[in-house]
């Protein structure tokens, strides 16, 4: 990243799959050496972190690289947005910020009836964003609808070196819905089962495709893992929509279980 680079990255949207490439790619820019970026590259949360242990994240000279990057989640998590002087305060340290830092702010969001809801609790910022010229740079990441995930997984297959058929894409599009991070995944799998060496096609997908329950199970999983209660909640509800409760315990349970042998398996050089 070059000194005329933006100090402020506004990172909007509910595809968090692309929000988190765009952060791995400012990330390698930091330095070619990881050892060496790892000493600029700091990430906080908006929810826990204080006012006076951001602005110190944030001022901090870099230590061996010509910038210094943070990385906030929930950045207003901690901002009263009905009282100006809070707002103010926020709004005064993005502006003051050395040319050696950019802070990225990663607003996760989501759309109800055609309103992104976290935008609209924070067009204060993005008012900022918008008349604060080279200083900062606002990108939207939004999830494909439905209709364009066939067209995004073909892309992403050839960007990862391989290649998918239409079919295929359509078939796996059915499976993840516009879930780009199951997607990504499933595409990757795919794809080294083909060995790279041959498109993917629809019986590839069929022999391989996760059932939907199975992943609402590591989903909720991971929540749990986590400690994400709000989001375990949610997969649990959408089981719960499908499964007797007994059912979902086993397989949670099974879930674990897996989890274990494989730590078994690696631990035994495996």
């Not at 910022?125 to 990108?139: E, I, P, S, V």
């Not at 329950?213 to 400690?227: H, K, P, S």
């Not at 375990?232 to 719960?240: E, G, I, T």
Request: with cysteine; glycine share 6%.
């Amino acid at each position: 990243m070059s000194e005329t680079a933006p100090t402020v990255y506004l990172l909007h949207g509910n595809d968090e799959f692309a929000m988190r490439e765009f952060v791995q790619s400012l990330e390698g820019k930091v330095n070619d050496d990881r050892a060496m970026a790892l000493m600029d590259i700091v990430k906080v949360d908006g929810r826990t972190i204080g006012e006076d242990e951001l602005r110190s994240a944030a001022y901090t000279i870099p230590f061996l690289n010509l910038r210094r990057l943070v990385v906030l989640t929930s950045p207003t998590a901690r901002v009263d947005g009905k009282d100006k002087a809070s707002r103010q305060r926020f709004l005064d340290l993005l502006s003051d910020l050395p040319s050696s830092t950019a802070l990225v702010l990663v607003l996760d969001d989501q759309l109800e009836r055609g309103r992104w809801k976290e935008r609209a609790r924070n067009q204060w910022l993005f008012d900022w964003a918008a008349n604060a010229g080279g200083q900062c740079l606002q990108k939207d990441f939004t999830l494909p609808v439905s209709g364009e995930m066939a067209g995004w997984l073909v892309r992403e297959a050839r960007k990862m070196g391989g290649e998918i058929s239409p079919p295929a894409a359509n078939l796996l599009a059915s499976h993840t819905g516009s879930d780009t991070r199951r997607a990504m995944l499933e595409l990757e799998k795919l794809l080294i089962y083909v060995d790279y060496q041959r498109k993917v096609e629809s019986d590839d997908v069929k022999a391989l495709a996760i059932p939907d329950e199975q992943v609402n199970v590591f989903q909720l999983v991971d929540a749990m893992t986590a400690a994400e209660g709000s989001a375990a909640l949610a997969s649990l509800h959408k089981l719960l929509d499908d499964e007797e409760p007994l059912m979902i315990s086993g397989m949670v349970t099974r879930q674990f279980r897996l989890l274990l042998l494989a730590r078994a398996v690696i631990d035994a050089g495996g």
